[in-house]
């Protein structure tokens, strides 16, 4: 192996893992940016079927708990009986 290849291997070997590292950097601070400046974990966070329930059933002020009908997009429902009548409450899963 000549001096200018074995250079030239070292070289190569010395920058790959500082172009890995900036690269790294820059992507953590874009997401960050790209979310006004709230972590990602923060942004994901939904409440628990059981607590967006509670909820549920404060906003059916005495309405009988019929069922849930699970998560539909971003809001979980909640089925109540009213005097005959069927209410169905969504509250967002978003904390």
């Not at 992507?27 to 972590?39: F, I, L, P, T, V």
């Not at 079927?49 to 997009?73: N, P, T």
Request: a positive charge.
């Amino acid at each position: 192996m000549t001096r200018l290849s074995a250079l030239a291997l070292s070289l190569l070997i010395a920058a790959a893992p500082l172009s890995a590292a900036t690269a790294q950097d820059r992507g953590g601070r874009g997401d960050r940016d790209r979310n006004n400046g709230q972590s990602f974990e923060r942004q994901e966070r939904r409440i628990s079927e059981a607590e967006a329930q509670g909820i549920a059933q404060s906003r059916a002020r005495g309405a009988r708990f019929v069922g849930s009908l699970g998560l539909r997009g971003d809001s979980y429902v909640f089925r109540f009986e009213r005097d005959g009548q069927i209410i169905d409450i969504a509250v967002s899963s978003r904390g």
